[in-house]
């Protein structure tokens, strides 16, 4: 079982620069979130969809971009890269319902020089 | 808006001992309330989660959680710490509609 499947593992940009973090999941999961972790802060909420051509805004959306053209996929993309943007993004899948619990990628890991 | 307060940051303790890790949670109804283990490196796994039903839940690797209303709490147990068990754990909670709302983490050290 792949589950929730993130690449790549690492990336170091420079500022500026664009990019895209994949997202894959194969449980054909109805949503989908990208959050972000830093120390001491849990993860935060970038954005979030709840099937495939519907996207919203989660707590810290700024400089993010997504979108949902299948069930499966939710890329995240970078537009112009921030140093404030270094971080490590995990991508979440889960069946629609707030018990439901939601299946975690192994994360990326960002570096923005 | 929904929170969650995780008030210790590090936890360390001897491995044979009983841990407790805090939880507090903000929330207007009724929570859906989960705990998450983050091993280095690696993605976070479900420990265990509470909706409804009885208020003590079990979990996973030996893991519990008792959640009380009156307290805005749902602290997670274990009465007796593996070495393996080192990790960081977080409390979330969510509304009806997916949206997970994590504590800060609470890094847990297991002394040999």
């Not at chain 1, 629609?96 to 192994?106: C, E, I, K, N, V």
């Amino acid at each position: 079982n792949a589950g929730v499947t993130q690449t790549p593992k690492f990336q170091v940009l420079k500022t500026g620069q664009s990019m895209t973090l994949q997202c894959a999941q194969d449980m054909n999961h109805e949503y989908m979130s990208w959050y972000r972790q830093d120390p001491g802060m849990g993860l935060r909420l970038i954005h979030y969809s709840v099937g495939a051509g519907i996207t919203d805004q989660g707590e810290v959306p700024n400089g993010y971009n997504v979108s949902r053209s299948t069930t499966e996929d939710f890329p995240l993309r970078l537009l112009s890269a921030a140093p404030s943007q270094t971080s490590v993004y995990f991508c979440a899948s889960s069946s629609t319902g707030g018990s439901q619990p939601q299946h975690f990628g192994d994360g990326t890991r960002l570096s923005i020089l | 808006a929904q929170s969650v307060t995780q008030p210790d940051i590090h936890i360390t303790v001897s491995e044979g001992a009983s841990l407790e890790l805090r939880c507090n949670y903000s929330y207007g109804a009724t929570p859906y309330l989960f705990w998450y283990v983050q091993s280095p490196g690696q993605g976070l796994q479900l420990l265990l989660k509470y909706f409804s039903g009885d208020t003590l839940v079990q979990g996973i690797k030996g893991f519990e959680a008792e959640f009380k209303r009156s307290q805005s709490s749902f602290n997670l147990r274990k009465p007796s710490v593996h070495w393996s068990d080192a990790a960081e754990y977080f409390c979330a909670v969510n509304n009806a509609g997916n949206m997970l709302t994590f504590g800060g983490g609470t890094r847990l050290m297991v002394k040999p």
